[in-house]
């Protein structure tokens, strides 16, 4: 089993960055890969980003390629999720959550992840 906590989420302008981080606890976070979902008020929860296992294989989301950065550090149990370029309908909850996978395997669906965080606000005002 991996916990999680997000944290890094406020208020920023358009244009502004942010760096999100998920801390796990548990043995297996070097074992599973970890998605970034969000969820705006009204709206589904949606996929942002993806990192594997091992950090080598990275996947966005359309409406943030170019934008977010996903990385990892096994080392310290953590995923950061960089957002520069803010627009306000980056703006909703943002949730990281994990699975256990094999190599490479990235998740991309919310329903196969199995571990999620609390969640972290991020509002970008215009």
């Known amino acids: 089993q991996v916990q999680l906590v997000e944290s890094g989420g406020g208020l920023v302008q358009a244009g502004g960055s942010l760096r999100l981080s998920c801390v796990a606890s548990?043995?297996?976070?070097?074992?599973?890969?970890i998605g970034w979902f969000r969820q705006a008020p009204g709206k589904e929860r949606e996929f942002v980003a993806a990192v594997s296992r091992g950090g080598s294989t990275t996947y966005y989301a359309d409406s943030v390629r170019g934008r977010f950065t996903v990385s990892r550090d096994n080392a310290k149990s953590t995923v950061s999720l960089q957002m520069n370029s803010l627009t306000p309908e980056d703006t909703a909850v943002y949730y990281c959550a994990a699975k256990s996978t094999i190599l490479t395997y990235t998740p991309r669906q919310a329903d196969e992840y199995t571990n999620w965080g609390q969640g972290t606000q991020v509002t970008v005002s215009s």
């Open positions: 548990g043995r297996a976070f070097s074992r599973s890969s």
